[in-house]
DNA sequence: GCTGGCTGACTGACCGGTTAGACTATCCGC
DNA sequence: GCGGATAGTCTAACCGGTCAGTCAGCCAGC
């Protein structure tokens, strides 16, 4: 599977706007942001910001372009750092459970891209493009550990995709919980077991 | 665990203003709907919406409301019909996986709880009641599984709800695929097997 | 003729996008 | 080194469209 890159370019002031309005989508969702809270927030005119995304759908595209490659470099780095295919699934599952707070704004940024991805042409190629880079690392992860024979799975990219489904779908619930900060480190195990389990690991 | 209701009152007029709703969030997401633009499907003027519902807001919660009392009502009936554990599973995925179309729709709004739910009390409400009663449905199935012997779980709270987030995260998925349309019937089958799977469930 | 369900023109706020021009930096010809 | 042309960056006032919510009053049935 050829991995597309996801990040074409960016300037400086880009990359401050972008982060910027990442804080603020994940605070209040995308159409509850307007250009002008952006741009105080950032301490810039508003005017800049259309200067260089030239639409407010550009720059919630590229934001979320920014923010998909950031999470899958860092997933890459994760598994990079780890040896055994059990470590590597930890590893991975400890980077992306980082934070309450940080992954509360991934998930809802996540959530929006999807809502957007079903309407709209670009945002349905950029959701496509992370979800097979991601799918391409879990499929990876898997098919080391089939051959060394720690896991058992019928069809790898099968499996891939399940793992992928387990996460996400944790996190969904675990974005509806009152006490999701509490509860943060509880899902993180949680997931770790679900995910073992399902690949068929030896205990432990 | 107590079993909140989540239908309040409905009047004809109120249940045909949500349905049109319900038609319209899925199609175009709740604030790219105009008040107007229900009007005018439902065949009834603007004035009337507010009139009944006083706010876009309660009529949003409102066509939640219904729709996951509608969702609960059907798994509760599916549940009542079929015979054994896993029977009861299957016969409770074939109905969550209804259609393509219908599918769609409930997912797309369901998102849009979601993201409500974590900025809003009264959405965050919805979705924690509609939880809990999904949940305990599950949780039935589960213990009477286990009871029977058909299932192996830990404990039966902690099953039920990864029971959930499997099919909410294959669904997520699902949602993001270009061909969801013919990719459907796939789905729930893999969502059947995942599920009993994970239930450690005698195959068959 | 009165009441209550119902209407739809209207209002005011909001917001994405435009535009005219200010300010600075770089470079060129003299 | 100097005047000025050119380009790039940035600002603030403004425009036009959209839309939730209001309100004055209509009208059918009692």
Redesign the interface.
Known sequence: MAEASLLPESSAPKVHLIRTTYALIGE??V?RVALEEIAAKAEVSKGIILYYFKTKENLVLSTMEWVLSEVAERIRAALVRARTPEGKIRAMLNVIFASPESN?QFY?TY??L??H???SQRF?RL??TF?SIVNGLYAEVIRVGVEEGRFKVDRVD?AA??V???????F??W??E?GWEKLHRRYRE?TKA?VL??LGAAAG
Chains 1, 2 share one sequence.
Do not use: M, W
């Open positions: 209040k969702g159409h509360r809802l959530l929006e999807v809502a991805a079903s309407r349905g959701s496509a979800r099968e995709l399940s992928r489904a387990i996460i996400d779908g944790l969904l619930e974005l509806q009152d949680r679900a389990t399902y």
